[in-house]
């Protein structure tokens, strides 16, 4: 079997015995921890088997969540030496959260909380059907968040490891199912063939049919013509370059040309070596006043393009989005779509409908309900943005109108689709729900806490002036700080930032207390976290 981000939590034969799990596991365990981890393995395959859960998918979470932060090898984290957490249930990066999270005292009390936890994911409010009470005892007695699992989902099974991406844990790439898929499959190719004995099969309970839900994945690419962007290979030249496929595509940045040109010209307008945009610029589609779909950039390619950075301000829906993805969303996480007007013009009605079809197939790719389009409700977020949202630039500032009716044709054909309707797709105007001020921010801090740990950064100027700056909750730099915070684990102080010009281009550096650095070399390309010392660079997160 091969694992993916669709593959189900749950399983009812061809279980992994204990003894297979620990083989695939010893090497990569320290010694120090061998005893405890053989003893998790021991009590998680049975319970896996008695409750219908993959008791390889399980085994991938224990690897990511017991993982230390500089290796991602199994059982050093703190939270599973000190606690035998092995799920990082509870550890939320808010200090308080963290320090008062539930510990177990015994291997197998581990495993009660670590099943308890992944069922209630996986069944929602149907996980009495396989737990028995009378032999496990009640789930949140192992699980102080069991409840808070079926509050906050409403009940809802939660059965695919694409359930688990923002919920169970933050991942900076948003691909924590992509990383359990990845190492689900580690695991089963160091594994022989698994156990066959069948596993207790799930009580028939008579209960009121269930609807069923929107088909996702099935709204078709709109016709397009391929137009590739020639750039040097290595990355820079207006792009990062990433493993193959690896772009992570939750929603798409909408922008307007503010001139005029055809898919050729704007084709060689970005390519290399004589394109005015060669060195600094990148974008994935662009759609002419006739409605033609040029892709200048295939988005499952190995370039995640610089197309959505710009002055390092955020405003309308931005602060949430930022706040939710981080640096790296800006870029890697959205479809980039121009659409070629002039300032004073609006979208044609031709642009409309092939704008809203493009914008529909790829939020449909990311198994996002139609009814709440643009806003997804496991994000908090709408994924849907106009240009200026994201930097202090007027691109877009103007067309918030022509961008709903791209959202309505878009919310229509996602709706005919999902829903398996006959006939033409329905533009439907989206409604999105108000919104906070101030987003909710990663690892839900609070703004106070938040502020304490970062301190102020002093920003440094081409004119020698500086400025001291608290932590923003709607500001990039403080944002791409706390994500990587609450991903490492780490909280180093802000230090300064340096505003400065590099032969009249854009020159952006950022410094922490500790090695890290924020830098910016080009106007679209978006701040990246830079590791100087290897020469590595790598998107902030």
């Not at 596991?25 to 393995?41: G, H, I």
């Not at 689709?417 to 797709?425: E, I, L, R, V």
Request: glycine share 10%.
């Amino acid at each position: 079997m091969t694992y993916t981000g669709l593959s189900s939590l749950i399983k009812t034969t061809g279980h992994y015995s204990a003894d297979q799990l620990w083989a695939a596991f010893e090497p990569m365990t320290p010694a120090s921890q061998s005893k405890y981890a053989q003893a998790l393995f021991k009590a998680v395959a049975p319970l896996c088997a008695m409750l219908n859960l993959d008791e390889v998918a399980v085994a991938a979470i224990i690897w990511i969540e017991t993982g230390a932060p500089n290796t991602g090898l199994p059982f050093r984290s703190s939270w599973w030496v000190n606690g035998l957490n092995a799920g990082n249930i509870g550890i939320t990066g808010d200090p308080t959260q963290n320090a008062s999270a539930q510990t177990w005292q015994t291997p197998k009390d581990a495993a009660l909380g670590l099943m308890a936890h992944v069922a209630g994911y996986a069944y929602g409010s149907d996980w009495d059907r396989v737990w028995d009470v009378d032999t496990l005892g009640k789930p949140q007695a192992w699980d102080k968040r069991f409840p808070l699992v079926l509050s906050e989902y409403k009940g809802a099974r939660l059965d695919t490891l694409e359930a688990l991406n923002g919920r169970w844990a933050w991942d900076v790439d948003n691909d924590y199912h992509g990383k359990l898929a990845e190492r689900a499959n580690k695991l089963v190719a160091a594994m022989d063939p698994p156990v066959t004995t069948p596993s207790t099969p799930e009580e028939p309970v008579e209960q009121e049919p269930k609807p069923v839900g929107n088909i996702f994945r099935r709204v078709p690419h709109p016709p397009f013509v391929d137009l590739p962007v020639s750039k040097p290979s290595g990355g820079g030249y207006g792009y990062t370059q990433i493993p193959t496929g690896s772009r992570k595509i939750v929603g798409v940045m909408n922008h307007e040309t503010q001139g005029r040109g055809t898919g050729p010209w704007y084709r060689d307008f970005f390519s290399c070596p004589s394109g005015a945009r060669c060195s600094d610029a990148l974008v994935d589609y662009l759609i002419t006043r006739d409605g033609t779909i040029y892709r200048l950039n295939d988005p499952k390619n190995n370039r995640s393009p610089w197309a959505n950075g710009g002055p390092l301000g955020l405003e309308g829906d931005g602060p949430a989005f930022y706040s939710r993805f981080g640096a790296s969303g800006i870029n890697n996480s959205l479809i980039s779509i121009e659409f070629e007007k002039t300032d004073a013009e609006d979208y044609s009605a031709a642009q409309v409908q092939s704008g809203g079809l493009l914008n529909a197939y790829w939020h449909d790719q990311d198994a996002q309900d139609w009814e709440s389009y643009p806003y997804v409700p496991r994000y908090g977020c709408v994924t849907s943005l106009a240009h200026f949202e994201i930097g202090t630039t007027n691109c877009g500032v103007g067309e918030l109108d022509d961008i709903t009716k791209v959202q309505a044709v878009a919310k229509g054909e996602m709706k005919k689709w999902q829903t398996q309707a006959s006939g033409p797709s329905v533009p439907e105007v989206p409604e999105v729900p108000e919104q906070p001020e101030i987003p909710t921010l990663p690892g839900g801090l609070s703004v106070a806490e938040a502020s304490k740990r970062f301190g102020t950064l002093t920003k440094h100027t081409p004119d020698g002036k500086t400025k001291v700056a608290p932590f923003d909750p709607k500001g990039v730099i403080s944002l791409s700080w706390l994500h990587r915070c609450v991903e490492t684990g780490e909280w180093p102080k802000a230090e300064d930032w340096w505003a400065l010009t590099d032969s009249g281009k854009t020159l952006d550096i950022v410094t922490f207390s500790n090695e890290w650095q924020l830098i910016r070399t080009a106007e679209r390309q978006g701040l990246m976290w830079a590791r100087f010392a290897d020469a590595e660079l790598e998107e902030a997160a």
